[in-house]
């Protein structure tokens, strides 16, 4: 009789510790988060080429090109700023400029596990922003093109440098 009233509460306990680590590992912390960007000024999203190392910004149409993951980490010293890798969903290729001069390409390369600065972001304030320069992620005139410029560069709409970014 004992060892019955020892499974009826033994099993229980093993069911409940079960659950408890299962919905433990599906935790936001640990599940990839699709992200999507949509600019301020002209309503487009953030879109990378499923075939190519273009990047630009396309109709937010839910294409596998417009989902983005954030990916591996740097944190600046002294700001204390976290940058991380942007990852096309599709291709898990970063998105990637250089401080070439003060209208910069972006496009998708291979992700670089030394951190590379030109594929390191950050998307606080509503503003994507390059570690390399500090240059921030805006549109072109045309609204196609997206390059790595300083903020508030004459001439250029503040809606340009602003990008919304919604999760799943």
Known sequence: MRRRKTLRLTLPMLFAALMLTVAGSMSSAYAATDWVYKNAYEGNCLTGSTTTSNVWSGPCDQSPGTYWNWGSSYTAYPSGITYRQLKSWYTGKCLTTDEKTTTNA?????????????????????ELSNYSAGYDLRTSANGDAVYTTPWGQSGIEVGRWTWYGTHN
Do not use: I, M, P
């Open 106 to 126: 972006v496009w998708l390369s291979t992700c670089d596990s030394a951190l590379n600065a030109g594929q390191l972001w950050n998307g606080d304030y509503n």
